[in-house]
């Protein structure tokens, strides 16, 4: 009998255990559902739905005659989500058996549980992606992306500039025209299943395309330039060369080349140096060629003609320096033609100081030297050009035969391009159209008379 009474009182107790356990839980369920309802369902759409950005293509680089300088090359992008990883010897001896990946170096990341996001192997060929994505390794995904590309190599490397591994614009006509190269990224919404495979989208949104660029250079004449340059500098033993080709009339530079050059695809093994577009951003001392400036000043001014003569020794002196002539001779009668012909120094100089201080000064400023042209380049430099209030005496006598004076090559080129365009100076540029927006119209203004250019 007592037997019996312990073993009903073990019932009941274990019952009242069942009863509180069944309370509990229900009244968890329902704090569960009624309190953190919202704030879970929130937690759990987290965990299963993903945002991802839909890169926009990069807009191609394009030469006049429709050569492309710069491309987009479609590739896979693939990563992994550590969390979710659970396999990540497998994943690291499969992404380096078909991807060519660093198996040490990749399978500790994959055991970095704080990371949700690891690269695999970016910018894959989507050939080699896919053979690694059809072993459907839990954790892994990937996502298509665009790399920069640049089908003509070495040739405009330094006028085309090159763009980052995330496509944006980091030199020349890249960061020059990169916000409407770059377009506008899309996004969309998936969910995604246990095993972190997407199963549904729930919404998109379109990227927009960049827009292409259309330049002024002929790559043929580019690619000549460049070789000349190169032929140029081992005859000469020179460290580096530049060259414009600029159309007159319009203003469009046809080649901007320079030597030594580099492989626009290999740029982030470059010097930065040697990146640079020395024809608008490095200055030198022009040295003869400004001779046509202070000659064109002097015959616009109506100080002399071209056969106006001057008894010329071979030296001269001027304030507190001896200007001669390159090469010796005796006195000579020049006429103001073979000055410019025979490019004498000291003609230049004797035709300068009658022209005056003041005026030369002014037609280098007409000329557009010590200011920048415009051209649509970054870091175009303005060169340099000693204010006429800083000359002293013997700068008459070095500036009108280009010493004393910086000047970059596309100012030069739009100097001697204002001769053969009778006068006229056209504002250079690089680019015509930019998706199917034609550029504004160039600037153009007369700087030399049509008589006085007719004489030159």
Request: aromatic share 6%; charged share 20%; hydrophobic share 40%.
């Amino acid at each position: 009998m007592k037997a019996e009474k312990q073993a009903n009182r073990r019932i009941r107790l274990l019952l009242a255990v069942f009863v509180l356990v069944f309370a509990a839980t229900l009244a968890r369920a329902a704090w569960l559902q009624g309190v953190k309802a919202a704030s879970l369902g929130r937690t759990a759409e987290r965990q299963h739905r993903e945002s991802i950005p839909i890169p926009a293509g990069r807009g191609t680089i394009f030469d006049r005659t429709g050569v492309q300088l710069a491309i987009g090359e479609q590739t896979t992008t693939v990563y992994a989500d550590p969390r979710e990883v659970v396999q990540p010897r497998r994943i690291a001896v499969a992404a380096h058996q078909l991807l060519g990946v660093d198996a040490n170096a990749l399978y500790p990341q994959l055991l970095q549980r704080q990371k949700r996001f690891v690269y695999i192997a970016r910018f894959a060929d989507p050939k080699d992606a896919a053979k690694f994505l059809e072993k459907r390794f839990t954790g892994v995904n990937s996502y298509p992306e665009e790399k920069r590309a640049y089908p003509q190599g070495t040739v405009a490397a330094q006028l085309v500039g090159y763009a980052g591994t995330d496509n944006e614009g980091l030199a020349g006509l890249e960061v020059q025209y990169d916000k409407r190269l770059s377009g506008k990224p899309g996004e969309q919404t998936i969910v995604r299943d246990p095993f972190g495979r997407a199963i549904d989208v729930i919404s998109s949104t379109a990227e927009r395309e960049g827009a292409d660029v259309f330049t002024t250079i002929d790559h043929t004449i580019q690619a000549n330039a460049e070789a000349v340059l190169r032929r140029t500098i081992a005859e000469w033993g020179a460290k580096g060369a530049t060259a414009v080709v600029l159309d007159p009339r319009t203003g469009a530079v046809l080649a901007m080349a320079q030597a030594p050059g580099f492989d626009a695809n290999r740029a982030n093994r470059v010097p930065q140096a040697l990146q640079r577009n020395r024809a608008v951003t490095d200055t030198y001392e022009p040295g003869s060629t400004f001779k046509l400036v202070t000659i064109a000043g002097a015959l616009s001014d109506g100080i002399v003609t071209p056969g106006t003569t001057f008894r010329l020794p071979y030296s001269i002196p001027v304030a507190d320096r001896i200007v001669h002539d390159a090469e010796p001779r005796g006195t000579e009668t020049m006429s103001v033609a073979t000055i410019l012909s025979h490019s004498s120094n000291v003609g230049a100089v004797t035709i300068a100081e009658k022209l005056g201080a003041p005026a030369l000064a002014d037609w280098i400023k007409r000329f557009g030297f010590g200011k920048t042209t415009g051209l649509d380049f970054p870091g175009e430099s303005p060169g340099q050009v000693l204010p006429l209030e800083n000359w002293y005496g013997s700068t008459i006598g070095n500036v009108p035969i280009g010493q004393g004076i910086a000047v970059t090559p596309i100012q030069m080129a739009s100097a001697y391009a204002t001769i053969a365009n009778d006068g006229v100076w056209v504002q250079p540029h690089l680019t015509d159209r930019v998706g199917v927006r034609v550029l504004r119209h160039v600037r153009r203004h007369r700087i030399i008379t049509r008589a006085a250019d007719a004489e030159l």
